[in-house]
């Protein structure tokens, strides 16, 4: 099983509807993040949590929620979604330690029509 | 505000021969540093990274990175690439501030026979 697991892989939605996408981890760390990536703008982060109690925005977090469920689960939701929103998002972990390398999930491909 | 630069969008190599790739970063201190590698369809895969001691880090697949400190700069190289490292290439760092894991835009490495 992969360390870090996104669902749903795919997802075709309605422009104005609800929807989460969610993150699990089995690398025990502390560390949550989710960025999305968009061809020529690269990774830009969208909210991060350094722990249970700790959520933190991003770069681009207008539109967007979370919630961190366990140290485990993150997931991310879109109250009313938008096409622009239309993206792949990756959830990833990273440990405590500065040193250490972020991982990712295989990643969410989002379509808003 | 700190940023990551890779000013080449798109790079194409001959299989065999050398090839780098350009990262410069701005930030008052010198943040830890990645290169990750993403496949069609697949997620990140970190390749080598940067935290203090040696300037030139060895990482897998035969590539290498060298920090340097006066032009801000952690260059990506591999001496010979082969058609398989064909893929996009992402450089990243933290920084100690804040602690985010913040990305450039991606140069994407085609290789031509």
């Known amino acids: 099983d992969a360390d870090v697991t996104q669902t749903p892989r795919n997802r075709i939605t309605k422009t104005g509807k609800r929807i989460m996408l969610e993150c699990s981890q089995t690398k025990g760390h502390d560390r949550m993040y989710w960025y999305r990536q968009d061809p020529g703008l690269g990774l830009r982060l969208i909210y991060y949590s350094f722990d249970v109690k700790d959520i933190n925005k991003g770069e681009i977090s207008d539109g967007y929620s979370v919630s961190r469920q366990a140290q485990a689960k993150f997931s991310l939701s879109l109250e009313s979604a938008i096409p622009n929103q239309t993206a792949l998002y990756f959830c990833a972990t990273s440990p405590r330690d500065r040193d250490t390398e972020a991982f990712f999930g295989q990643g969410t491909r989002l379509t808003v029509v | 505000a700190q940023s990551v630069t890779q000013p080449d969008i798109h790079i194409t190599v001959s299989e065999g021969a050398s090839l780098e790739l350009r990262c410069n970063y701005s930030y008052g201190a010198t943040p830890y540093l990645f290169w990750y590698v993403q496949s069609p369809g697949q997620g990140l895969q970190l390749l080598l990274k940067y935290f203090s001691g040696d300037t030139l880090v060895q990482g897998i697949k035969g590539f290498e990175a060298e920090f340097k400190r006066s032009q801000s700069s952690f260059n990506l190289r591999k001496p010979s690439v082969h058609w398989s490292d064909a893929a996009e290439y992402f450089c990243?760092?933290?920084?100690?501030?804040?602690?985010?894991?913040?990305f450039g835009t991606g140069t994407r490495l085609t290789i031509i026979p």
């Open positions: 990243a760092v933290v920084n100690f501030g804040n602690e985010k894991l913040t």
